[in-house]
């Protein structure tokens, strides 16, 4: 009998426990020792906790600062007891505010993605914007939540780092065309030399992949218009010199061997001794040997 009322007891004393931990929590709360209540909550919380001590522990680590802590503790509200979703928001909202106030990119990536999930409509766009700007989202979810982002941007600085961000999480989705209009736009747009130079760099890399995979799938003509894009953005750069060759391929594709050969030689004129000079004159001589062999018949 005794053997078969210790699974009992044994339960029946954490219950016991972790509703002792939430009393104590609540004393040392309303004594106004928050660290206490702090330690309390958690040990309450640990396992699977009823919903109100989830509620306690976030404000009572909000008031603490332990910010991501906070927002973990009202997702899990919200997961534990739907009818009380709108507090959690609440909570949730509090803590981005101040992981935004604080610039605590965790908490705030905590806090906001809890609240994309519980009550998305409460997201600000600002707070959207912070979440971008702290670096920690995937290149899927940035791509995901540019538009939103862009619409909140308010100055113009803003929207070029909007735009550049945005294209660079859509390249490394693999959307290297709609990637390669923002990096355009922001080119046009901006005179920042450090914005310009992430915009050239991913529309480089954008462009010459484009136009090497048109050419690949027989489109010379859409392949010169992706490295002329490239070209435009900025000829002597390593992206505009390598265009430069992918260029003349497309023109000779086109039966253009004079706009080939222009291509080509403009791709050497920065420095003859290099790897893409080599390429490009590596080019030229197959044309001239290929169009010389008939004379010699």
Same mark, same amino acid.
């Given at each position: ?5 210790? #699974?009992l007891?044994?339960? +029946? ?24 209540a ?12 009823? =919903?109100? *001590? ?21 997702r899990l509200?919200?997961?534990? /007891? ?11 909202? !509090? ?7 604080? %610039? ?7 806090? *906001?993605?809890a609240?994309?999930? *519980? ?5 600000? #766009? ?34 070029? !780092?909007?735009? *550049? ?11 290297? $065309? ?5 990096? !355009?736009? $922001? ?10 130079q ?6 480089? $890399? ?13 489109? =010379? /003509? ?12 900025? #000829? ?12 003349g /391929? $497309?023109?000779l594709?086109?039966? /253009? ?31 001239? %040997?290929?169009? +010389?062999? #008939?004379?010699?018949?």
């Amino acid at each position: 009998m005794i053997r078969r009322l210790a #699974p009992l007891l044994l339960l +029946a004393a954490c219950a016991g426990s972790a509703a002792d931990h939430e009393r104590l929590g609540d004393n040392a709360y309303a004594e106004g020792e928050y660290a206490t209540a702090l330690e309390e909550y958690r040990t309450a919380a640990r396992g699977t906790a009823e =919903p109100g *001590v989830y509620a306690k522990l976030g404000l009572v680590a909000l008031k603490t600062g332990n910010l991501n802590e906070a927002g973990e503790a009202y997702r899990l509200l919200a997961e534990a /007891d739907k009818s009380r979703a709108t507090e959690a928001a609440r909570g949730l909202e !509090q803590v981005a505010r101040e992981a935004e106030r604080a %610039d605590a990119g965790a908490a705030l990536e905590t806090a *906001v993605s809890a609240l994309r999930q *519980v009550a998305p409509e409460r997201v600000t #766009p600002r707070q959207t914007i912070a979440l971008l700007r702290s670096g920690r989202l995937e290149a899927g979810e940035v791509a995901a939540l540019g538009p939103l982002a862009l619409a909140a941007a308010g100055d113009a600085a803003a929207v070029d !780092q909007m735009l *550049v961000q945005y294209g660079a999480a859509l390249q490394k989705t693999t959307a290297c $065309a709609e990637a390669a209009e923002l990096f !355009q736009a $922001a080119l046009r747009r901006s005179r920042d030399l450090a914005v310009r130079q992430r915009s050239g760099e991913g529309l480089g $890399a954008c462009g010459l992949q484009l136009g090497r995979e048109a050419l690949l799938v027989g489109q =010379p /003509d859409r392949a010169v218009e992706w490295f002329a894009k490239v070209i435009a953005a900025d #000829p002597a750069s390593d992206y505009g010199r390598l265009a430069l060759v992918g260029l003349g /391929d $497309a023109r000779l594709a086109q039966d /253009d061997l004079l706009g080939a050969a222009l291509a080509w030689q403009d791709a050497m004129a920065a420095d003859p001794s290099d790897s893409v000079s080599s390429e490009a004159k590596m080019r030229l001589a197959r044309v001239a %040997d290929a169009t +010389a062999a #008939p004379d010699s018949e």
